[in-house]
Structures are given as C-alpha cells and as structure tokens.
Nanobody, 129 residues
Framework: QVQLQESGPGLVKPSTTLSLTCTVS??????????WSWIRRPPGKELEWIGY???????IYNPTLKSRTSISRDTSENQVTLQLTAVTPEDTAVYYC?????????????????????WGQGTQVTVSL
C-alpha cells in the first residue's frame, strides 16, 4: 500500500523559504517511471502543479514558479522535498505531494485529482507575519 505524508511548518513568514517534506512508503521513489509532484491549492482556487522529480532525479517546474522552486530527494529516506523561496501571502495554500506512473510524462499545470495515482493528505501552509 503506497502512502504519502507531507510534513513541515504550518506558518511561514513573508520573504523566507518554505520547506516541505514528503515521506513515501510502500514504494521506493526510484522505481522506474514514477514521478513525484508537489501540487498546491490556494483558498478558493483550483489545484496548481508546482513541479516534479522523477525516478532518475530529474526535475521539471511550473514556469510561473520555476525561479523560486527547488525539488530534491533523499533516496535513503525515501523522501521528496520542496523548497519555495521568497514566499508571499499568495503562497498560502494546502500543499500536496502526489505520485503517478507513466512512460511519457504529460503535465497539466491545473491538474485534476484523478490524474495522479497517489496523494498525501495535504498540509496547510500560511504565509503571514
């Protein structure tokens, strides 16, 4: 049974860096053709894809967030990490990690829940003083 669990601070100050970790169990993140994404849902808005890291460690980011985003992994801990720099209140959202298997990745910047095989429960992040 594959499970994803997000963790990190719930409150982040403006202009600082948001750091979240996704711990994956039931499958190793290096399994062929698996892609591990970070996705967020701001209040009152649709899902927004932030970026992914694939089974080989390659990363792709949403162009609108690329300059502030870094996704990395720790294969020994089976974890995927998100860092988002210079946050503003507009980065307030529920942040999810999600995974899926596909031979050729096709990414939507506004995904549907059904596009991913696995989801974490999400973690609320509020950017505020």
């Amino acid at each position: 049974q594959v499970q994803l669990q997000e963790s990190g601070p719930g409150l982040v100050k403006p202009s600082t860096t948001l750091s979240l970790t996704c711990t994956v169990s039931g499958i190793t993140i290096t399994t062929d053709y698996y892609y591990w994404s970070w996705i967020r849902r701001p209040p009152g808005k649709e899902l927004e894809w932030i970026g992914y890291i694939d089974y080989s460690g390659n990363t792709i980011y949403n162009p609108t967030l690329k300059s502030r985003t870094s996704i990395s992994r720790d294969t020994s801990e089976n974890q995927v990490t998100l860092q988002l720099t210079a946050v503003t209140p507009e980065d307030t959202a529920v942040y999810y990690c999600a995974g899926r298997k596909e031979l050729v990745p096709v990414v939507s910047t506004t995904p549907a829940w059904t596009e991913y095989d696995y989801w974490g429960q999400g973690t609320q992040v509020t950017v505020s003083l």
